[in-house]
């Protein structure tokens, strides 16, 4: 079976917060949507994305047997978290109350932006190894994760002034704003084209 004629399969972790906007950003670039709530279900889906809500509650929802599974297949499989997503795939140390799955060397501060700036809008600068490059991208802040420090193997794909703000290291991405809103769908591609270099693809 030729594989490239399969839809990917792209889950969405549902345990908590603002997905709907990127089911419909994936399934208009021909992807296949599941949401996933437990861990058998991580078996149905080529890549993940821990969406954007609350880290607390998302550390709150997360039982130990999911927690683990989603270790493991973020292992072979990508994944791609935007703001809680992005503090949910982090070592952040900085708040008790979030437990991180720790898979990037990056701590980040929770809604470092400004506690009192509930969200923003910034015109990003994008890497070349985004599709037209040239042209920004808008990033939406909400509450939004402030790197603080990362490991020289997180590789910057977009910056805000001149901090960054979207990393990627190996099949982990990590966005600090919310892509699904921004009507233009470069990270969406982005992410589905890491599906298809991944050897681990079902179908
Ligand atoms: N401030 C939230 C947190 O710390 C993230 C906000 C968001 O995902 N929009 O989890």
Do not use: Y
């Amino acid at each position: 079976m030729v594989k490239a004629n399969i839809p990917p399969v792209a889950g969405l972790l549902a345990l908590q917060g603002d997905f709907e906007k990127h089911k419909a950003a994936l399934r208009a670039l021909g992807a296949e949507v599941i949401e996933v709530r437990t861990e058998d279900q991580l078996e149905h889906v080529d890549a993940l994305i821990i969406p954007g809500g609350e880290s607390t509650t998302m550390t709150i929802l997360m039982p130990d047997s999911l927690r683990s599974s989603l270790i493991q297949f973020a292992s072979s499989h990508p994944v791609w978290g935007t703001c809680a997503g992005m503090i949910m795939l982090s070592t952040t140390r900085s708040d008790s109350r979030v437990r991180p799955l720790g898979l990037v060397d990056l701590e980040v501060e929770r809604m470092g932006f400004g506690r009192q700036v509930f969200s923003f809008e910034g015109e990003l600068r994008l890497s070349e190894r985004l599709a037209e490059h040239e042209r920004p991208f808008k990033g939406f802040f909400i509450r939004a994760p402030r790197v603080k420090e990362k490991s020289k193997e997180l590789e910057v794909l977009a910056w805000l002034n001149d901090e960054p703000v979207a990393l990627i290291k190996g099949n982990i991405l990590l966005t600090s704003f919310h892509p699904e809103l921004a009507e233009d769908d470069r990270f969406h591609r982005f992410f589905l084209s890491m599906i298809d270099k991944s050897s681990s693809r079902k179908g």
